[in-house]
């Protein structure tokens, strides 16, 4: 039996943090006039919610969903408010996770606090990104998965739907699905149980990618969820690609490094030097054909794609963040200026046409903007503390490994895949942190004292026959 969570006096503390975190977020709302949106992401999402085509390139439609699903609203300012209560929401589910799983109360609200109060998710919530919806909804298959020691097949079901819309949101999570349904199976559970319940998770979340794949075809005329991967995993080879270790045919001989050298692997997709872009055409129509010089690349040069991977992947994890491209200027801290939108571009005036004809660069606001770029929250927090969460919840996997290692590979892989398939970003690392905060607080949790009493699991929540005055029962 799962234990229950305390009564309300017991969840006071996390109260407290829970409003502080709303506060924040309130303070964020009035010191910027308006959404963050960015060229061309955002501006993207928001057509596609207005016409409802799946994009022929790197985004699926799941958060253009919930863009139109706000689209009678007409304001960015109250997708940037929904997303606020998101990011709280996700606060209050690893709370309530935690506490289920027989953590303290300041234990769990520690785990919680990353989430709440690092300015690098407030200020994801406050833009009109794919983010924020993303964690939201891992989360919440973890909290599904793992709420009682039996996953039912409803439960597991919900749990395959969520991963679903995780990965038509972005298509780098869609492998989760694979990590739960082997996290059920190897359960220690009765076997039909588990195959059950894991059968349940990848058919629910099976269906709704086919589905999205077929609509896909429908437009682009190509069974997938995007037209990006093959462009995405040949930026991540052009780092260390050696044709002459490679010897691609000739098809693929004009992907090949021609001298021109970025300082990350991203780079490559947009810049007009890259031999992607010095092709006829747009550069994902070659999609496939840089898939087969990526993946050609990746078993000439295995070590050199593993030696790539790790080294991206360890910026996550510095004392002090490091720009990664050099152009980029990473900060936790909440920033003071004005922040205008790109001129000349049509999809900007289409976009305030259809969506919201108040869409305009953001700026900070006094006074509040200067309470919030006085706000501490040290990096090493961000990343050097990550670090060490992952430690101890590969840890926790190894030497407890009931609860941990789900959250723990989740942790991982949301961390590793988007490096592995295209470079590292410190945007990209955000999902990961949350779920690692759940697998670390499993693996340092002191387990459940044993029962002295000889009575059954479970027992104590019957009534006990009391005892006489001389001591014995009564029958």
């Known amino acids: 039996m799962a234990p229950t969570l305390a009564g309300p006096r017991d969840h006071g503390l996390f109260g407290c943090v829970l409003a502080l975190a709303a506060a924040l977020r309130v303070l964020v709302m009035l010191g910027y006039d308006t959404a963050r949106l960015y060229w061309y992401d955002s501006f993207t999402y928001l057509n596609t919610a207005v016409h409802m085509r799946p994009q022929g390139a790197f985004h699926p439609a799941g958060y253009s969903w919930f863009l139109w699903a706000l689209r009678p609203f007409g304001s960015v300012e109250l997708v940037a408010g929904v997303q606020h209560a998101m990011g709280l929401a996700v606060g209050a589910m690893i709370y309530l996770l935690l506490r289920r799983r027989s953590l303290p109360a300041w234990g769990a609200a520690l785990a919680a606090v990353p989430v709440l109060f690092d300015p690098a998710f407030v200020r994801l919530e406050h833009a009109v990104l794919s983010d924020t919806q993303v964690i939201f909804l891992v989360v919440a298959a973890l909290l599904v998965l793992m709420w009682r020691g039996e ?275 410190h945007r990209y690392v955000l999902p990961a942190i949350p779920v690692a905060c759940v697998a670390a607080a499993l693996a340092v949790r002191r387990p459940a004292p044993r029962r002295e009493s000889g009575y059954p699991r479970g027992y104590d929540h019957v009534a006990r026959p009391k005892a006489s005055a001389n001591g014995s029962r009564a029958s």
Request: hydrophobic share 50%; proline share 8%.
């Open 151 to 425: 996953v039912s097949t409803r439960a597991a079901a919900v749990a395959g739907a969520l991963l679903a819309l995780a990965g038509l949101t972005r298509t780098a999570t869609v492998p989760l699905l694979g990590l739960a349904a082997l996290y059920l199976l190897l359960r220690r559970t009765a076997w039909h149980a588990r195959w059950r319940a894991s059968l349940a998770l990848v058919v629910a979340g099976t269906l709704p990618l086919a589905a999205y794949a077929g609509w896909y075809a429908q437009h682009h005329g190509r069974f997938a969820l995007s037209g990006s991967d093959g462009v995405a995993l040949w930026a991540r080879t052009m780092t260390f690609a050696d044709c002459s270790v490679i010897k691609p045919p000739a098809d693929q001989a004009a992907l090949c490094p021609n001298g021109t050298v970025l300082d990350a692997a991203s780079e490559y997709v947009w810049d007009p030097r890259a031999s992607l872009n010095r092709l006829p055409g747009d550069r994902f129509t070659h999609n496939d054909l840089a898939r087969a010089f990526a993946l050609r690349a990746i078993a000439a040069q295995p070590l050199d794609y593993l030696r790539e991977v790790v080294r991206d992947t360890s910026l996550a994890f510095t004392w002090e963040p490091v720009a990664h491209p050099k152009r980029m200027s990473p900060t936790t801290a909440f920033q003071q200026g004005s922040w205008p939108l790109p001129s000349g571009q049509a999809l900007v005036d289409e976009v305030r046409k259809e969506y919201d004809p108040d869409i305009r660069g953001m700026r900070s606001v006094e006074p509040f903007a200067s309470i919030l770029a006085a706000y501490p929250y040290p990096w090493f927090l961000h990343g050097t503390l990550f670090g060490v969460l992952l430690l101890a919840g590969g840890a926790g996997a190894v030497l407890r490994p009931r609860p941990a290692p789900l959250p723990w590979s989740f942790a991982v892989f949301l961390l590793v895949a988007p490096v592995a398939a295209l470079d590292f970003d």
